[in-house]
């Protein structure tokens, strides 16, 4: 699987490849998680439904 990405490198706005997550595999990052938090709050570009996402599961940034 690879490594995590850091929590650091990523921000809103930001499109991310998910693994090991159900509902879609790819999406936009709408809010990072506060100091100690691991939860990103990821939508999904078909539904515009917001996930929380772990930050592990979050593979890699796309263009």
């Not at 699987?1 to 090991?20: E, Q, R």
């Not at 939508?43 to 917001?50: F, I, L, M, R």
Request: hydrophobic letters at 35%; glycine letters at 10%; a positive charge.
């Amino acid at each position: 699987m690879g490594n995590p990405m850091d929590p650091k490198d990523l921000h809103v706005g930001d499109k991310v490849a998910i693994s090991g997550f159900g509902s879609f595999a790819s999406g936009k990052i709408e809010r990072v998680p506060q100091s100690g938090a691991k939860k990103f709050m990821i939508s999904d570009p078909k539904t515009k439904k917001v996930e929380q996402v772990d930050a592990e599961q979050i593979v890699r940034k796309l263009d």
